[in-house]
């Protein structure tokens, strides 16, 4: 069968790899997977219930029921200092990103992202024939505005920012923001903001950039903070222009977001997530600490993932010898050009992280020794 010539420029994705490679091992250590290891907190359960009896499974509007729309209008500025002009409910937040792109991007527009970044970044892009540009970061994975403007220029359409970040879990400070803002002000680009791990940050208060920048699309969700991975569910927040054309594109692909999650959504953003994320906390120190005499490791303030150097070693060789000491992990190569690295997710029980711990800190000293 021949099929679209935007086929050829991606491939499928090395986590999905992993993911099927996990299931032909017997009980691996599984430190790869990408969503909270808790269950939907039982009264959301019961919500979605209540809204299904209710009959709350037709159609919506595309762009989603008001009542949702506005209280997370009220939300991003309460929570993240910003106003934004209006609101689109989406399939997860991957389905804000799809949109998004289809909307803003033609043939040959550049689009700035760091490098580690989320995959779909990269391969959407391409897809829809923009040229993905990698902004290199520092040791520590903070942003370098000179950097930054060298590679900007009139063909940038769009800079991508996550905050928390897959996989670093670095959260951008404000310093960052402020100078990425000025940047995209003085050539009038389009920041996307994704914001779907605000839910988990530990160290500081989240900030998000539309804050400082009118001209950012915040894209955030349900999925991570309350463990709806597989309801669909997310929101973009920002200027009432391109949200315009989000609605358009989709009423002819997703047509809308889930109807009875919607309605779960609105008891979600009044359910207090406060103990998940002291758990998650606590999660992140029994993983950084457990590896960071082993490892050149950044700390992460935010998300779930830790995304240390391969000792000795690429990132890719050093998952195979995990993978045959049965620990799933991820090589950093699918995050990156570079081979340097591995992504290590916390979202585990404690068991299993202190099972993964163990094999990490093993192999690193194996690899040390050759």
């Not at 919506?60 to 929570?79: C, M």
């Not at 689009?111 to 970044?117: G, L």
């Not at 103990?275 to 992460?300: E, S």
């Amino acid at each position: 069968m021949k099929f679209a010539s935007r086929m050829n420029v991606i491939d499928s994705s090395g986590i999905r790899k992993i993911f099927d490679l996990a299931k032909t091992m017997t009980d691996p250590v599984n430190l790869s997977i990408g969503q909270p290891d808790f269950d939907v907190p039982g009264p959301l359960k019961e919500s979605v219930i209540k809204a299904v009896n209710k009959g709350y499974n037709s159609y919506t509007l595309t762009q989603g029921i008001p009542e949702l729309r506005e209280k997370i209008k009220d939300r991003v500025s309460r929570k993240k200092n910003a106003q934004v002009e209006d609101v689109i409910i989406t399939s997860g937040v991957s389905g804000g990103i799809f949109l998004s792109f289809l909307v803003m991007l033609d043939p040959g527009d550049e689009v700035v992202f760091a490098d580690p970044y989320f995959v779909m970044y990269k391969h959407l892009s391409r897809m829809l024939g923009a040229v993905p540009k990698y902004l290199s970061l520092d040791e520590k994975f903070r942003i370098i505005p000179e950097d930054l403007k060298k590679i900007v220029s009139d063909k940038t359409k769009m800079i991508i920012l996550n905050s928390p970040s897959n996989p670093t879990g670095v959260v951008n400070s404000p310093e960052e923001l402020i100078a990425v803002a000025e940047i995209a002000s003085k050539y009038g680009i389009t920041v996307v903001s994704d914001e779907i791990y605000d839910g988990f940050v530990y160290d500081e208060k989240f900030e998000s950039i539309a804050g400082y920048y009118p001209n950012t699309l915040v894209l955030g969700g349900f999925s991570k903070e309350y463990a709806m991975t597989g309801w669909r569910i997310g929101y973009a927040a920002g200027p009432s222009d391109l949200i315009k054309e989000m609605v358009k594109v989709q009423q002819y692909t997703f047509v809308c977001a889930p109807s009875m999650v919607q309605y779960a959504a609105l008891d979600a953003l009044d359910y207090n997530t406060d103990y998940i994320r002291r758990k998650y906390c606590a999660k992140r120190d029994m993983i950084y600490n457990g590896i960071k005499d082993n490892f050149n490791v950044v700390k992460p303030g935010g998300a779930f993932y830790i995304y240390p150097q391969a000792p000795g070693t690429s990132g890719s060789e050093f998952v195979k010898r995990a993978i045959e000491n049965n620990l799933l992990i991820i090589p950093g190569n699918v995050f990156s050009e570079k081979d340097t690295h591995i992504r290590i997710s916390f979202a585990a029980p404690d068991a299993v992280i202190a099972k993964g711990i163990d094999i990490l800190n093993r192999l690193a000293s194996e690899f040390k020794r050759s």
